[in-house]
Each structure stands twice: as C-alpha cells, then as structure tokens.
Nanobody
Framework: QVQLVESGGGLVQAGGSLRLSCAASGSDIRRNAMGWYRQAPGKQREWVASISSSGYTNYVNSVKGRFTISRDNAKNTVYLQMNSLKPGDTAVYYC??????????WGQGTQVTVSS
C-alpha cells in the first residue's frame, strides 16, 4: 500500500524559504513520477512541479527559478525547496506519485502560508 506523508509547511514572511518533504512508503520513488500540486482557498488545485523516474524536472512558470524539486532515493523522499516565497504561494501543498499505470497517489497535504 502506497503512502505519502508530507511535512515542512508553515508560516513564513515574503522572501523567505521553506523545504517541503514527501516521504513515500510502499513503492520505490525511482520507478515513479513524483511531484507537487497546490490548492489555494477558493481556487482549483494547480500543478507545481514534477520529477520523472529518469530525473527530468519540470515546473509551472510561476515558480521557475524559485522552487526546486529533488529526491533522495536512499530515503525514498521527494523534496520541494521553495525560495523567494510570495503571498501568492500560500496554499495547501500536496505530494503525488504517478505509477506506471498512470494511477495517482496523494498525500494529506501541508499548509504553506506566506505573509506580506
């Protein structure tokens, strides 16, 4: 059974940084695409970043140059380093894993709040 547990969210001032972690169990992250979505109040869930099984990374335009997705295979964990945070980044951030059948697993989410 696949489980994804996010951590690292919190309250930070604009311009600050946070690192989100997504610890996976039940499946090897190297065999799957991993990534992050976010959902702000009153808005639809938005894709933020992803890393393929081969290590290719991709980002939504609004976070390019500020966010970095990475993974630690030994810890079976994916990270999202978020720098130069803006109030517009405030959202619940969700980790996902997409397996070879294109089935998505989701974490419970972690709140990120950026104050101005």
């Amino acid at each position: 059974q696949v489980q994804l547990v996010e951590s690292g969210g919190g309250l930070v001032q604009a311009g600050g940084s946070l690192r989100l972690s997504c610890a996976a169990s039940g499946s090897d992250i190297r065999r799957n695409a991993m990534g992050w979505y976010r959902q702000a109040p009153g808005k639809q869930r938005e894709w933020v970043a992803s890393i393929s099984s081969s290590g290719y990374t991709n980002y939504v335009n609004s976070v390019k140059g500020r966010f970095t997705i990475s993974r630690d295979n030994a810890k079976n964990t994916v990270y999202l380093q978020m720098n130069s945070l803006k109030p517009g980044d405030t959202a619940v951030y969700y980790c996902f894993m997409r397996d070879s059948r294109q089935y998505d697993y989701w974490g419970q989410g972690t709140q990120v709040t950026v104050s101005s």
